[in-house]
């Protein structure tokens, strides 16, 4: 088995993706699973990968559809900057025309979406979700854990608040600096 110590997270085998970051071209729509498991946990934005919001500040976070994003949902998708969400709406085409935004408080770790093997034919089961995967907690059996390979890690969400973009002030002006114009970085899709 040629696994590395880097397969795993929280004791769960993650599927593995090349890094190359700084290289190539965003590939919009596609998740890179290293890079959304990095900006969940360390509340990174997932367009440009800096600190989505000061410490203590609520984090903004984007979702596809109108329904808006509540308390207790869970999220595959990272939080992201003002200015960077513009960018995504414009972008992104799992966002399409029709997206909700929130302002949250507090995120929780919850599980992972990932692929389940069955036991005995060790054969990917259905996933439960319109991109294939499945909704693993991590308080689920060993057993279950056991078979999963993960691709994306999974927070709920809590103390929400649903906002429109353009209602937000910028970060830069609220820090009551004039706007620079966003950078010609590519955007990744959320």
């Known amino acids: 088995m040629d696994e590395e110590p ?6 769960l085998l993650w599927k593995r993706v090349p890094e190359a970051e700084g290289k190539g071209r965003a590939q919009l729509g596609l998740v890179h699973g290293p890079r959304q498991r990095r900006a969940m946990n360390q509340r990174l934005c997932q367009v440009c990968f800096a600190p989505a919001a000061p410490a203590g500040e609520p984090l903004l976070f ?13 999220m595959t998708q990272p939080p992201v900057h003002r200015e960077c969400a513009e960018e995504a709406v414009r972008d992104c085409p799992h966002l399409g025309d029709v997206y909700s935004a929130a302002l949250v408080e ?30 693993v907690p991590y308080t689920s059996p060993a ?39 966003p950078g010609t970085g590519a955007a990744r899709c959320p």
């Open 6 to 11: 880097t397969d795993r997270h929280r004791g």
């Open 106 to 135: 507090r995120t929780s770790s919850w599980g992972v979406a990932g692929l389940i093997y069955h036991p005995q034919t060790l054969k990917p089961m259905p996933g439960q979700q319109k991109n294939g995967l499945t909704l």
């Open 62 to 74: 984007l979702a596809a559809g109108d329904t808006p994003i509540t308390a207790g949902e869970r």
């Open 143 to 181: 057993t279950r854990l056991r078979w999963t390979l993960a691709a994306q890690e999974v927070i709920t969400v809590h103390r929400c608040t649903p906002v429109r973009l353009d209602e937000l002030p910028t970060e830069s002006e609220a820090a009551g600096v004039r706007r620079l114009e």
